[in-house]
């Protein structure tokens, strides 16, 4: 019987995304791929460090556990890769017990085409060209930044964290903002839509999939007095009142539970952020990355308004 991925959180991640490659892409890119090949080949026991995007996903496997005989989530790895020089990426995987057996390997083709087999709700990736082209052929996708990444094994929680607009939902609301320029504006409007639910962004199917575990765990809180719940979700947003009003209704609207959420309205995300510590932050601007990428696992999402190129 086939195996049926429509019924868990499917991630797709890159290589670049899950592990620390600097010195391979170096290499590749000084020397050529008949070196990164054999270098590649000679270090196929050598285990890679990690990634930025690592700490997210061994947490979010690790909620396999609540449901061991229909996993919860699946992780396919997507790599630039041949099947060969891919070996190291697959031992090191194993090395971590990080439970991903799927890969797919293309070398150097963009992997945005596979999005659609896997049923993937989110694609993250270090190459800025493979997440623009999966945004553009409309998956939800996003450029995982450079960083150095703390991974604290004992802190057992997954915080997750979202900007709203142009990545939650849609850009409607930004683009009010962007094209008159004035904060009124956008006040207005969402004053007066307040009571109508935002249409959904990129990110929403993989918010649907986060909040059905939330929901799990907030049932085994209710007959296991010794469980406690693992997944945060926040959202941390440039918006304040009264445009708060619109962000909550449409959470009640879509069933989803924010733990906590901050309505900014200018004050620097990245000092939200540094006491937050979430394992992965999504923003479509990169101008409120660029303060928390060098320490936290931030993540661009390039839709929208925001990122229309002029170039």
Not at 87 to 94: A, C, F, G, T
């Amino acid at each position: 019987m086939p195996y049926d991925l429509t019924k868990r959180l499917v991630v797709g991640i890159s290589s670049s995304a899950l592990f620390n490659l600097d010195e391979s892409d170096h290499i590749f890119r000084t020397q050529g791929e008949d070196k990164y090949r054999e270098h590649q080949r000679e270090n196929q026991d050598k285990v890679l460090g990690k990634g930025v995007a690592f700490p997210f996903v061994r947490r979010l496997l690790k909620f396999n556990s609540l449901r061991s005989e229909d996993p919860l989530v699946e992780v396919v790895l997507l790599s630039r890769n041949d099947p060969d020089t891919g070996l190291r990426v697959m031992n090191s995987i194993e090395h971590y017990g990080l439970g991903i057996t799927r890969a797919v390997f293309l070398q150097g083709n963009s992997p945005h085409i596979y999005i659609q087999t896997f049923d993937i709700e989110l694609f993250l990736s270090a190459n800025e060209q493979d997440v623009r082209e999966a945004t553009i052929a409309g998956y939800p996708a996003g450029q995982i930044l450079s960083g150095d990444i703390k991974d604290i094994e004992e802190d057992d929680e997954l915080r997750i964290a979202f900007d709203f607009d142009g990545v939650l939902v849609d850009d409607e609301a930004e683009a009010i903002y962007k094209e008159t320029n004035k904060l009124d504006r956008f006040h207005d409007h969402e004053t007066t839509m307040s009571d109508i639910t935002h249409n959904p962004g990129p990110l929403k199917k993989f918010l649907d999939r986060i909040s059905d575990i939330q929901k799990i765990e907030a049932e085994l809180e209710e007959t296991d007095s010794s469980y406690r719940a693992r997944l945060k979700v926040s959202i941390v947003t440039a918006r304040n009142a009264p445009s708060h009003k619109r962000v909550i209704n449409t959470m009640r609207e879509w069933g989803i539970t924010v733990n906590e959420a901050f309505f900014l309205g200018g004050v620097e995300k990245s000092k939200v952020l540094s006491v937050l510590k979430p394992h992965i932050f999504f923003d479509d601007q990169l101008i409120h990355l660029e303060s928390s990428a060098p320490s936290l696992p931030s993540v661009h999402i390039p839709f929208g308004i925001a990122n229309n190129r002029t170039d």
